[in-house]
């Protein structure tokens, strides 16, 4: 097994881990997550901006040129189809709500914790192959792409348990387990193809990788850093960003 295998692997799996310690802090700790989640939120969308605006593109449009800019919009645009139809967001909205009449419906909770299952464990395979497109570009990308995916499966740990126990409580800790294992299958599944990928087509499935972390910050992980504590939530934003700058200065 290759260094690079081994990376994509390591990191995927840390990936996975961090969805697990979200699902435990739900467990355990579920008025302190609900509490301090939008310091998280704020810190890991400075993270993942920096990250794209300074790393992701610029490496997507050299590598691939124009081809990059659609891709870019297919990234954020798929994002935004799957939580429509899905029902979910992918950051830590645990304040989600069923109407009243629709939660007295049996079948209407097991069929809302499905999607939402669904859903995040589709968006979790993505995370993982976002890991291994950037450990094919370089150690330094890929590295920094593992740092955005594994602090936002954090929160993402939070999501998926606080939604799929809401409706499927008997399930709710297999389920949720199955979605922080399909993190590291998707970063294992990466690996038996993207050493036959042109660079153009790497640099497309980076701006791919930029479109949905732009969808995750702008509209999972931005506006629930405006319900309070601006000025701290804006801190933590601008520490995430400065962190990705000085990791890329190292």
């Known amino acids: 097994m290759s260094e690079l295998e081994i990376s994509i692997i390591f990191y995927g799996v840390i990936a996975g881990l961090a969805t697990l310690s979200g699902i435990y802090v739900m467990r355990r700790k579920q008025e302190w997550a609900l509490h301090n989640a939008h310091y998280v ?17 610029p490496e997507a449009i050299e590598l691939s040129d124009l081809a990059s800019y659609p891709g870019i919009f297919l990234g954020f645009f798929s994002f ?6 899905v029902v ?9 709500c069923l109407d009243e009449d629709e939660s007295t ?20 395979v993505i995370d993982g192959i976002i ?8 150690p330094e990308i890929g590295f920094l792409a593992a740092m955005a995916v594994i602090l936002h499966e954090v929160p993402e ?4 348990f606080a939604l799929i126990n809401r409706s499927m409580p008997d399930k709710s800790y297999i389920l949720s387990i ?20 042109s660079e153009t087509m ?40 400065i962190v990705i700058y000085g990791i890329s200065l190292l």
């Open 80 to 85: 935004y189809l799957l939580e429509n139809f």
């Open 105 to 124: 419906s049996p079948h209407f909770a097991s069929r809302l914790g499905l999607m939402a299952f669904s859903g995040l464990a589709f968006h979790s």
């Open 157 to 160: 740990g939070v999501t998926s």
């Open 178 to 197: 199955i979605v922080a294992l399909a993190t590291p299958a998707g970063a294992l599944f990466s690996i038996f193809f993207i050493g036959y990928l």
């Open 131 to 138: 890991i291994g497109v950037g450990f094919e570009i370089s």
């Open 88 to 96: 979910i967001h992918s950051g830590s909205e645990i304040h989600y």
């Open 202 to 241: 790497i640099g497309i499935l980076l701006a791919l990788a930029a479109g949905t972390f732009i969808y995750v910050a702008a509209s999972d992980l931005i506006p629930e850093t405006h319900e309070k504590n601006n000025i701290q939530n804006l801190v933590a934003f601008i520490i995430g960003a």
């Open 41 to 57: 939120n704020s810190f890991t969308a400075g993270l993942i901006l920096a990250l794209v605006f300074f790393h992701l593109l």
